[in-house]
């Protein structure tokens, strides 16, 4: 039997979960949603639960909790008109002013800052939509200060529909109260976890009102078989924090993708060091684990038996602690170019501040064909670094300098160094070319890239990730 609660009012747990995001609200009312309930203007109470989930956002107040028992909600006849019993309410947003015009249609709305958490936890609970063109997006946070879900308390979010849950600050006020999910499950929709910055604007914030100050959180999710990618972070005009931490992408195109989006349409290349991965999992994509472009820290992350890399990045802060193991492609693929306007000659030459404590073994003994686009605006076919080559670190130096690549000029390219010291290569020895080492240089050093690996160290280093 489910046990229920009877009181109108947070328990610690919840207080517990509002300040973490900063909301200062009075007392939080309780509201409770349960496959047994029945959908009104005034349910929610224990006695009088809600069936859906969109009915509890409709009554709930800001800063409220809405706790959510086992089983199916979403679209419950599967038919997709969501007209029947108990079924969500879907809505299409739109965008705020920045967003030109913009709409997003979405199964559950979160339009206030609420904390939505299920008593019994993801494996019970769960949310299915259905494949939409109106409503791509299974849930959709549109307000600062929400939680979605909290360790052991979150749920599984599934149908095959575009985005699982959706962050996307263009259709938000200013985003100046944090937002957290996780404890949740993403299976099958085409992108598991997103964020979105706020689009190009020729209006910008004229002051610190309107400015984003937030962090977004991404703690102890998973998504699994997501063919676009598991976790996705495009950041637009977003000048907030956004942290994944102990995440797991497994099954899909690509685990991690963080790119910068349109802040580089004026020509210039601009980075993500606003986004920092800790601890997470990327294993089995038939793409890349990460993508990342000039992000900030990667520190503890693991990519596992990836087909096209472990790691695919434009060097951002710092890149320590991570683990790039049996990928059919390079553990790691480094190249300077931002994109197809970073011709190499005008730019600064970045390479990691730090590339340390890594381990690299078993890599790019299977590597597919790989053609490498600059992450932003680059143009089909891209860069084709070859055959496999035992490649612990593939060194593309500056791939927009690459002759025959949209922005190059005349001339060699300019030369890349990038120290990576005291990682582990996969043998006492060093990196190699053959044997069960990983290899450095020669082959793995293209277009001007030169990878400086020694000192090594000799023996495996700790692998600290998402359980």
Sequence with gaps: MIATSTSK????????????????WGTAQVLRVTNDGADSASC??????????SQAI???SAGDLIEVGAGTYGDISGD?????PGDEHPQTLNAEGQGFGRHSGCMICITKPLT???LHGAAVTMIADVPSSTYPVAVQIASPGVVFGIAGGGFTVTGGNGVGVLIDQNFMGALQKNIKVQGNVDIGDGTGFSFSGLEFSDRPCPDPSCQATATVYFLNNQAIDNPGAGFSFVDNQYFGRLSFVANVAQGGGTGFLVDTGTQSVNGTAAGTGNVSLTNNVAAHNSGYGFSTVESGSLVGNSALNNAKAGFLVVPGDTFQGNSAIGNGGPGVI???????????YGS???PFRVFSQNNFYGNDRNRPALFILQPNGGIPPGLNPGPGAHCGVLNLGKVAAAPGQPGSADGPPPIVSQPAIKNYWGSAHGPSPTGPGDAAGGPCDQNGGVTVSTPFATAALAITTAP
Excluded at 44 to 53: E, F, L, V
Excluded at 80 to 84: A, D, I, L, P, R
Aim: aromatic letters at 8%; a negative charge; charged letters at 15%.
């Design 9 to 24: 009012f947070s328990s610690i747990l919840s207080v517990s979960s509002l300040l973490f995001v900063g909301n200062a």
């Design 44 to 53: 929610g109470g224990a006695a009088t639960p809600c069936r859906s989930i």
């Design 58 to 60: 409709e009554n709930a």
């Design 80 to 84: 997709g008109t969501f007209s029947h």
């Design 116 to 118: 939505i958490r299920s």
């Design 334 to 344: 480094v190249q300077d170019s931002a994109d197809v306007f970073d011709d190499g």
């Design 348 to 350: 600064v030459l970045n």
